[in-house]
Nanobody, 121 residues
Framework: QVQLVESGGGSVQAGGSLRLSCAASGTYNSMGWFRQAPGKEREGVAGIDSIGRTAYADSVKGRFTISRDNAKNTLYLQMNGLKPEDTAMYYC??????????????????WGQGTQVTVSS
């Protein structure tokens, strides 16, 4: 059964760092991180394609880094300089498209259960 399991969320003060991990049951072409805050729509945070090219939402550029270890079937999101507005449930996603990192949730068809990130001021 296809499965994505996130970990690494938690509570941190503004300016702090967290590293999210997503353990996958297989290797997927495209993978990404999304987040959803209460009362808001889910938004793409970072995406990575099959050859490691990356894309980021403007709100996290320069602060977040997405990476993948295909040997371990694991996706990562290093989050530095966290801000209170980064508070959300973070989801890992996988999709079938090999080329071009994607931030559109409709281009992903496999989702994890989410991990909560809370940043206090």
């Amino acid at each position: 059964q296809v499965q994505l399991v996130e970990s690494g969320g938690g509570s941190v003060q503004a300016g702090g760092s967290l590293r999210l991990s997503c353990a996958a049951s297989g290797t997927y072409n495209s993978m990404g991180w999304f987040r959803q805050a209460p009362g808001k729509e889910r938004e793409g945070v970072a995406g990575i394609d099959s050859i490691g090219r990356t894309a980021y939402a403007d709100s996290v550029k320069g602060r977040f880094t997405i990476s993948r270890d295909n040997a371990k079937n694991t996706l990562y999101l290093q989050m530095n300089g966290l801000k209170p507005e980064d508070t959300a449930m973070y989801y890992c996603a996988a999709g079938p498209y090999a080329w071009i990192p994607r931030l559109n949730q409709y281009e992903y068809n496999i989702w994890g259960q989410g991990t909560q990130v809370t940043v206090s001021s």
